[in-house]
């Protein structure tokens, strides 16, 4: 885990001395933008898990191929999870790095440079191991950490009749998320950027995180984990645990993380 949290925080180091008004935006082929960003920071994780892990294999968003024999083992990558957010010259954008054992993320972590925070988080097949936030400085030209790591806990819903918070995409609102989220009363929305959401949930200030529409595994791969090991869990929209590295195209049809694992 330590090695990794580094890792994380030197592709955030680099992602934060990109220029974002000079930089090179350019679009992939589903339409979204990639940037200078994108590449710099998959460069140092797929260099760094090289030298830190060189046996198992590792998928980026940058780098997607088919996975060969669906190995046991694999990291999942985004190494800029919200580019619009970054783009936009907003702080809510990420650095994800997941480990998926036999299809379910057990080991996650998710860095927000510009907020200075590191989120991580370690999980069995649906059972929370611990979560962690870490504070991360600028010092001497790199990232380092500047206190303790605090223990993270999802929390309990609310009770009937009081409000509860509900986080919604920024940049990806889509009807059948929001019509979820109206169908129960006393919803407070948070619009927020990128896995910043799933970290949210695992803190204990979102109560539920729905997306209902298609995303791409590695978007909440490392967020799944971190969920989980903060007492939440992560579910399709029936409520069937999520399977990763399943099938080819590495899509989530739809989600649902929740901090209070016994809410439906």
């Known amino acids: ?41 998959d460069r140092i994780i797929a260099d760094g898990l090289k030298q830190l892990a060189p046996d198992i294999p590792a998928l980026s968003e940058e780098r997607a191929r088919p996975l060969g ?4 083992a694999f990291f999942l990558i985004d190494p800029l ?34 907020l200075g925070l590191i989120w991580r988080g370690l999980a069995t097949e649906g ?24 223990a993270i806990r999802t929390r309990r819903f609310p009770p009937a009749g009081q409000a509860w918070v509900a986080a919604t995409s920024r940049s990806h609102a889509d009807a059948a998320s929001e019509a979820f989220i109206d169908a129960r009363p ?26 209902l529409a298609p995303t791409s595994e590695w978007d ?21 645990a999520l399977r990763f590295g399943k ?4 899509i989530v049809p739809a989600f649902i993380a929740w901090g209070d694992p016994e809410a439906s």
């Open 220 to 240: 909440i791969a490392a967020g799944h984990a971190i969920v989980t090991g903060a007492g939440g869990k992560v579910t399709d929209a029936a409520g069937r």
């Open 81 to 114: 999870d919200g580019t619009k957010e970054f783009v936009a010259g907003r702080d809510e954008f990420t650095v994800n790095i997941a480990l998926v054992v036999k299809g379910t993320p057990l080991l996650g972590i998710i860095g927000a440079p510009a």
């Open 1 to 41: 885990m330590a090695p990794l949290t580094a890792l994380v925080a030197r592709a955030g180091s680099a992602i934060l001395k990109i220029d974002r008004k000079r930089m090179q935006v350019d679009g992939k082929a589903d339409g979204s933008p990639v940037t200078d960003a994108d590449l710099a920071a």
């Open 186 to 211: 006393g919803a407070v929305r948070l619009k927020l950027g990128s896995a910043v959401k799933l970290a949210k949930v695992a803190e204990g200030e979102v109560d539920v995180y729905p997306r």
């Open 69 to 72: 024999g669906c190995p046991d």
């Open 247 to 250: 099938g080819g195209d590495f």
């Open 127 to 150: 059972i929370g191991r611990g979560a962690e936030r870490l504070a991360i400085g600028q010092g001497n030209n790199r990232a380092q950490e500047s206190g303790p790591a605090q």
